[in-house]
């Protein structure tokens, strides 16, 4: 997307032309500090600009004047220019520093702590109560969240970015990173459609509406892969968390319907359901049907192993026509969760 086209989306959607809407207690914050350095800087770029077109063209060669003498010392001028760029360098620093404090210090009282997991090229985000997500996370809003973050000892750096909420922390393997925020602004739409149609189209506009996390430390081949949705919710969070641990581990939850949960959420970006071309082969009449790659040899019938295998490892074979397309960062899948893609696509012969 070019420069111009993004900052029109950035307007259109309530930010300014070089960040996203404010969505955190600090945001407004960090905003006010690039606000008063751009300034400061638009300033004394015109001020330079203009004293140079000017003297360029006043003191330019013509015929019949010479050159004039060079100005000696000035001590007003040297302290001019000493004293100024003190003060506003001092100036910056004052607020800068105070924004700093804030953003490093955890405001007093309930605070919810996330523990976030990084790896080439995915982010696991995983609950107090033992759920695990990947590539997305859900908070409430009006509520101090905490996130503990490591990377994995044998992987790289990677860093933490929520534009949004203006807010960066690298991680680092074998050490923790933290950081906090929190959210002014819910995005999250309860899912609750009458039609799996209407759920789908529910479920793709909460991703829509969801704040954009990156990582800004390039990590590896698929560094520009290693995103995730930020979710957040109103007073439906707890609600959320329970329903969505029960269906992590299949407790209550039909397993088609837990893997058409899951399509809607992981998969119907690349996947469709209806037998069209995508961006990666399609769900239906994948069960039981023959599958040929470009990299590995053949499987006569598509079951059980298969599917849970393209899962865990994408790459390992790549069918036939799809040797052009970035393939599925690996995604870590439960028993149950693997269960459910499995009984969704059998439902889609």
Known sequence: MSLPATAMTLLDKGGTFWFPPSASTVSSDVDMVFELIFWICTAFFIVIMAMTIGFAVKYRHRPGHKSEPSPGHSAPLEITWSLLPTTLLAVIFIFATEVYFKQITVPPGKVYEIEVTASQWNWKFTYPNGLSIDKELHIPRDQTVRLVMRSLDTDVIHSLFIPAFRVKQDVMPGRYATV??????????????????????????????????????????????????????????????????????????????????????????????????????????????????????????????????????????????????????????????????????????
């Open 180 to 349: 906090w925020f929190q959210a002014t602004k819910s995005t999250w739409l309860k899912v609750d459609g009458a039609t799996p149609k209407e759920q789908e189209d529910q479920m793709k506009e909460n991703l829509d509406r969801a704040f954009n996390l990156y990582c800004t430390e390039y990590c590896g081949t698929d560094h520009s892969a290693m995103t995730a949705k930020v979710h957040v919710h109103d007073s439906d969070f707890n609600v959320w968390l329970d329903a969505a641990y029960r269906e992590s581990k299949g407790i209550g939850v039909d397993p088609v319907e837990l893997g058409r949960k899951i399509y809607l959420s992981n998969c119907n970006t690349c996947h469709s359901i209806d037998g069209s071309r995508n961006k990666a082969p399609t769900f239906k009449g994948l069960w039981d049907s023959k599958r040929e790659f470009t990299n590995a040899p053949s499987v006569e019938h598509a079951n059980e192993d298969y599917i849970k295998e393209s899962m865990e490892a994408p790459q390992k074979r790549i069918v036939k026509g799809y040797e052009n397309e970035n393939p599925m960062t690996p995604q870590s899948y439960n028993d149950a969760q693997i269960k459910g893609i499995i009984e969704f696509i059998k439902s889609l012969k």
